[in-house]
């Protein structure tokens, strides 16, 4: 995990990569968490006899809103700043499922800080948090993050 020195370090990195989390394994157990928590219970996630007869991938796909979903605790492997007190979810400008991650596959994220601002107390990041998937060459996932980080 990288850590930071405060806001002036974090301005450094604009334009940059912050970092590159570790490898996650997504499990049929996580996918199945999801879909109970969401009431998402489509076959292509829950399901991995049809998922094996019937998708041209033999296996069950996660959520794309669970790959998204794994942002908040990819950043927390992935950099640390000293002295923040919290962070804010802002919200998302943009987000692509570009591609999909079928169950047992390992998937990580990469941070690069694309905008940093001063708001009332504190500071808005924004950062582009692109999914990747061992072994494929084109990310899963590509989204603007939006947080307000105070000290």
């Known amino acids: 995990m990288k850590v930071i020195q405060g806001i002036e370090e974090l301005r450094t990195y604009l334009g940059k990569e912050v970092g590159v ?3 996650l394994t997504i499990t049929q157990e996580r996918v199945d968490e999801f879909a109970r928590a969401t009431g998402d219970n489509q076959w292509i996630h829950t ?3 049809r998922a094996k007869a ?3 991938y033999g296996n069950t796909i996660a ?4 790959t998204l979903a794994l942002a908040p605790r990819f950043s927390y492997d992935t950099y640390r700043i000293e002295g923040l007190k919290m962070t804010l979810n802002y919200g998302l400008n943009k987000v692509r499922f570009t591609s999909h991650v079928t169950t047992n596959s390992r ?8 905008a940093l601002e001063t708001t009332k107390g504190g500071f808005k990041t924004t950062t ?4 990747e998937v061992e072994g494929q060459h084109k ?8 947080a307000v980080l105070y000290f």
């Open 21 to 23: 989390s570790d490898w």
């Open 47 to 49: 399901d991995p006899v």
């Open 54 to 56: 019937e998708l041209p």
């Open 63 to 66: 959520h794309g809103f669970l």
């Open 107 to 114: 998937v990580r994220m990469r941070v690069t800080l694309l």
């Open 128 to 131: 582009q948090v692109t999914f």
């Open 139 to 146: 990310p899963v996932c590509v989204a603007e993050a939006l």
